[in-house]
Nanobody
């Protein structure tokens, strides 16, 4: 797996918003599927959102209606806009991408994996 750089994590209050970004320097983001995962201490890794090469997106029930995954073609980046954050969203977030039409559910199915960015939501 190739490692990619993420940005945008931080600390916010309950109900706040954050925008995570992950830049891919070596491949056109339009040609790969992208996904965002998160893992909180003591909890299993969760795939929160994914976007297929041709656009269809899927979200975990826990973030449906609050998070939006997208591709920034100009910056060649994967983006996760997170709104109405709650303390339950506190976790390390990782972006991922793969040379396939539809993203898988497990880290070993991805060609690119972000180093992680911490998101902390306080009540």
């Amino acid at each position: 797996q190739a490692e990619v750089a993420e940005s945008g994590g931080g600390s916010v209050q309950d109900g706040g918003s954050l925008r995570l970004s992950c830049v891919f320097p070596d491949i056109a983001v339009a040609r790969i599927c992208i996904a965002w995962f998160r893992q909180a201490p003591g909890k299993e890794r969760e795939r929160v959102a994914s976007m297929a090469v041709h656009g269809p997106v899927t979200y975990a029930d826990s973030v449906q209606g609050r998070f939006v995954i997208s591709k920034d073609i100009a910056d060649n980046a994967a983006v996760l806009q997170m709104n109405d954050l709650t303390p339950e969203d506190t976790a390390m977030y990782h972006c991922a991408a793969a040379h396939r039409v539809i993203c898988g559910h497990y880290p070993n199915e991805f060609n690119y994996w972000g180093q992680g960015t911490q998101v902390t939501v306080s009540s």
